[in-house]
């Protein structure tokens, strides 16, 4: 046998080997369906929880407003890293 036939034999049994792995370790969902709609839900959490900021997202603004305010040059290097 060439060794293109050899290694696509080995690249089969690898494939096989590998799909039994996965079913055994990942075995088929047997009740996939919703119990119900979640859409009611989601909108009911959205309603409840304002929006918070935290003290330190505020400190984290506020800090990098002084550092462009202090480095002006910083600007072009923070847009290209977006």
């Not at 009740?31 to 900021?53: F, G, T």
Request: proline share 7%; aromatic share 10%; with cysteine.
């Amino acid at each position: 046998m060439s060794d293109e036939t050899t290694n696509k034999m080995t690249h089969q049994e690898n494939d096989k080997e590998l799909q039994a792995l996965l079913k055994r370790e990942f075995p088929a969902i047997q009740n996939a369906e919703l119990q119900c709609d979640l859409w009611p839900q989601m909108l009911r959490r959205l309603d409840a929880q304002p929006l918070r900021v935290p003290w330190f997202d505020w400190a984290l603004a506020a800090a990098l407003a002084a550092a462009l305010l202090f480095f002006p040059g910083a600007i072009p290097a923070l847009l290209y890293q977006l």
